[in-house]
């Protein structure tokens, strides 16, 4: 029986696998990131066009870095 190499993971068995240290920090940030940004869209008060733009983008980038941090699994 062939035995799975770490290259050849499944998308639900790298989310389940051990995060290294680094990532798992990089995640928080991408997540307070993205709650923060979506806290400033979500603004009852008429806020500039261009700070609502930033924050749309900020995000976007915020969940990708979470989402990206979270399927790295440790060598």
């Known amino acids: 029986m062939k035995q ?3 290259y ?3 998308i639900g068995e790298r989310l389940l696998a051990p ?3 680094f ?3 990089l995640k928080n940030i991408g997540l307070t ?3 923060i940004s979506a ?3 979500a603004a009852p ?3 500039p066009t261009i700070v609502v733009t930033i924050a749309s983008y900020l995000a976007v980038a915020g969940s990708v870095i979470a989402a990206v941090s979270q399927t ?3 060598l």
Do not use: C
């Open 45 to 47: 008060v008429a806020l």
């Open 72 to 74: 790295t699994v440790e």
């Open 23 to 25: 990532f798992k920090k």
């Open 8 to 10: 050849a993971l499944s």
């Open 33 to 35: 990131l993205a709650a």
């Open 39 to 41: 806290a400033i869209i």
């Open 4 to 6: 799975k190499s770490m």
């Open 19 to 21: 995060t290294p240290p």
